[in-house]
């Protein structure tokens, strides 16, 4: 079992990070093999909306994303972990997922050579905001929610944090766990 990490946050070591960190020790122990990748430190340009991936499945844009387009299709599940800004995702996150279009044909489907690695993929997401209200993220978890409903992806769980200095939730225990525990049923369930 395959269970790739994906940070979007520009913060590394930060409250995003070591959230990801707990999701990914929790696959790890439950039997996973786990990869982590740090969006800041990648190539991903925006999507130009070419159209180009409509025919060929894939993106004619090169930079990073290609190679990460590989990750997620061996991966059997995804745990996205990314901090609110100015009340939505990272910019980092955002043009990583425009660019998950090339999965798709013209008439917003599977490429028919991605359908059997795509549908029902398990997707987890942890969301950090300042705001001690956690729902400051819920448009965060609308859109997974949404790409996961449309698209046939099994969303797992979410687990919403809130943390301001870098590091701050290292101190919740039970924060810590639920995003362990996330990590742990993207192996098992």
């Not at 979007?8 to 959230?19: A, K």
């Not at 925006?46 to 299709?73: F, P, R, S, W, Y």
């Not at 991966?75 to 996150?93: G, K, L, N, R």
Request: glycine share 8%; charged share 25%.
């Amino acid at each position: 079992m395959k269970v790739l990490g994906i940070l979007g946050s520009p913060r590394v070591g930060g409250n995003s990070d070591i959230l990801l960190d707990q999701a990914l020790a929790g696959a790890k122990d439950a039997g996973g093999e786990v990869e982590k990748i740090v969006l800041c430190k990648k190539k991903i340009s925006g999507c130009l909306d070419c159209q180009k991936c409509n025919e060929t499945g894939v993106c004619a844009v090169q930079d990073d994303m290609l190679e990460i387009h590989k990750k997620i299709l061996e991966a059997d599940a995804i745990i996205h972990s990314v901090p609110v800004y100015f009340w939505s995702m990272t910019a980092q996150m955002k043009a990583y997922l425009d660019r998950w279009c090339a999965f798709f044909d013209a008439e917003w489907r599977w490429h028919k050579a991605y359908r059997p690695k795509m549908k029902g993929k398990r997707i987890g997401l942890i969301t950090v905001c300042g705001d001690p209200n956690v729902s400051t993220a819920d448009p965060i978890v609308h859109s997974f929610k949404n790409t996961c409903q449309f698209t046939g992806l099994n969303l797992l769980g979410v687990v919403q944090a809130s943390a301001s200095t870098k590091g701050e939730v290292s101190k919740n225990e039970e924060i810590k766990r639920k995003a362990y525990d996330l990590g742990t049923i993207s192996v098992t369930r």
